[in-house]
DNA sequence: TTATAAAAAGTGATCGATCCACTTCTGAGC
DNA sequence: GCTCAGAAGTGGATCGATCACTTTTTATAA
């Protein structure tokens, strides 16, 4: 198998010696048609075609320390940001750049230090952290390193967290339905994203003076632990309205509910978040926060991308980009009924 | 900003002459440290820690003609196929290769040419293909590529098809719980395995005679699409029991009969396929198909690994790792209470 | 024509590694 | 002390492009 004609690609020697000129009018012509004669220009073109030329990229990157490349670091695991790397893909090839994807398995430490062998392998020109890499020690200088979610950082640097808004907005919303006592079913506490709408759904029902039965779930972002949160409450916790994680942590609760015999929405208000395409069709339907995770990634690589260029920094995607959405899952409570 | 110190790497000549030796030791030590003297190999040592010293892989693979680098090219769509892409990740960087991820827009042609570019540009020894890409023309022998639903044409080669025997499964499953009439809402059949569960499908009803209302969807695999089918039915279609492309369909398909007041599975069974998430936990929770879609992944990897090193094909996957489950969206049609 | 500037094409060095063919050490055996 | 084999180390070529210069050709004006 392995015994087929090892005839190699075609070099731009070979091309030039073919169409009659020097190699560097070859790689002239390959950088600018233009600044060929039309004659020479054709003889060349000729060459290429009959050879099947095409341009060995490794020699070309090595030469102009330009690789074209960009490197996308996730941790492995279960969440998968597809949309996001679909976006970003889109956004990074239409600006002329590959993209290398990293997984990589273990903790942070491993990860910043893969991170630092990917910037000084030459073999990137930039690197988009999706999941957090940490502040830990020396981070290369030699490519920029970007985490995905920088406005994030660029909410902090305001004292504001991102989501903040919207978990505002939705508690207000049940609470002005007549919702009195709430619970937070949170998502994986290692995502800043998570551990944000945590903390802003803690102020809110302080500052409005509301009850919380408390937060429970934050290991994952599974349809379980929304289950077990709900199954596991006390029957007089007095909860009409959860805040949940996300899409699939909803749905999670509203099942748990079922189980005990709760009706959402008649005895429960469940909110969610992601605007999944199951909460659009699930019975009930989900309220939830529409997010433009597509935009989000194409952020992420404009910041990374102008980094490189040493461009300023694009503007952040608007905040509004995220959109609540109410649907059957939330409604007033029993008592106001 | 681009004006930091543009400090150049340490190159091997460097540490070489650092360490006091000739640049091919260092190159020695790099491939094999134990070829060296353990005097000079301490020297070697001390001057990579020194300078930070990282071999420059583009450099490296110039000469070597090896990239360690794997492609994967997949069309540019909604359906982002996340786990078997992580899995595919994982594999491939346990062998040793990084993984590129390539996303094309626009059509099978687009798509084989910008393979072809990929395979003659020496960035990467072979090529995962996640959409087919058809048979068009001329294809590079220079890597070797390989189209990820492989199994389906080992499958091809022996006159069968992927998928066939869950179908068969499912529909006689259905039958003998008392389902004559039948309908199947399609997943988009630009994927060869939503052609396969089609036919086979249709097949499968002419076999065990057993009547279809026909074939519904089919451009996509959007919840949306499972709720137009079911929606746009004759009240005295006679259907009692659908098979859906995918989850996502099913749950479509069981809100819009519950639209129009069917209810599942009472009057209507619901199958899907794919075990996500939420078909366990909606309400009704869905009957499916668990893939495994990580093993498909996998293997897609060490099928490319075998052909690039020219080993023996691996054996496919075992296709019972396709396993029906049956869960609360199907039961006995009315006519049978 | 010829002088001259601009455009086009050519020469040889270079990027940072590995590989090949040698040369120099080292130490065992006599 | 000498020989000699094998280990250790060296110098220079090489991979396939681009780049900085130099040289040749072409176009324009006098």
Redesign the interface.
């Known amino acids: 198998?392995?015994g087929?004609?090892p005839k190699r690609?075609a070099t731009i020697h070979q091309v030039a010696s073919l169409a009659g000129v020097s190699h560097t009018t070859v790689s002239r012509y390959l950088q600018d048609k233009d600044s060929l004669k039309p004659k020479t220009r054709v003889k060349v073109e000729f060459a290429i075609k009959t050879l099947?030329y095409?341009?060995?990229?490794?020699?070309r990157?090595?030469r102009t320390r330009k690789?074209n490349?960009l490197a996308i670091v996730l941790a492995?695991?279960?969440y998968?940001p597809?949309?996001l790397?679909?976006a970003a893909?889109?956004t990074a090839?239409k600006a002329g750049y590959?993209?290398?994807?990293?997984?990589i398995?273990g903790g942070p430490k491993v990860r910043a230090d893969r991170i630092d062998?990917l910037a000084?392998?030459?073999?990137v020109e930039g690197i988009l952290a999706i999941s957090s890499i940490g502040r830990t020690g020396r981070r290369s200088?030699?490519v920029p390193i970007v985490e995905s979610d920088i406005y994030d950082d660029h909410l902090r640097g305001k004292g504001e967290l991102a989501n903040a808004a919207e978990v505002r907005a939705i508690i207000q919303h049940l609470s002005e339905l007549g919702h009195r006592t709430f619970l937070h079913v949170a998502g994986a506490q290692t995502h800043t994203s998570a551990r944000n709408r945590k903390s802003v759904y803690l102020q809110t029902i302080e500052e409005l003076g509301l009850r919380s039965f408390g937060v429970l779930g934050g290991d994952d972002w599974?349809?379980?632990s929304?289950?077990d949160a709900i199954t596991s409450l006390p029957d007089d916790c007095g909860v009409t309205a959860v805040v949940a994680g996300n899409d699939?942590v909803a749905?999670?609760v509203?099942?748990g509910a079922?189980a005990r015999g709760w009706q959402v929405p008649r005895d429960l208000s469940v909110f969610g978040w992601d605007d999944?395409?199951?909460g659009?069709?699930?019975?009930p339907s989900l309220s939830t926060v529409a997010i433009d995770r597509e935009a989000r990634g194409r952020y992420a690589i404009h910041h990374l991308l102008a980094e490189i260029?040493?461009d300023p920094l694009p503007e952040p995607p608007s905040r509004d980009i995220n959109r609540l959405i109410f649907r059957e899952s939330t409604a007033p409570p029993p008592t106001a009924q």
Chains 1, 2 share one sequence.
């Open positions: 198998m392995a087929a004609a690609p099947d095409r341009p060995n990229l490794v020699a990157s090595m690789t490349r492995a695991g279960p998968f597809g949309r790397l679909a893909f889109e090839h590959q993209v290398e994807v990293v997984s398995e062998d000084e392998s030459g073999q200088r030699r599974s349809a379980q929304g289950y699939g749905l999670g509203v099942r079922l999944e395409e199951f659009r069709f699930s019975s260029q040493g």
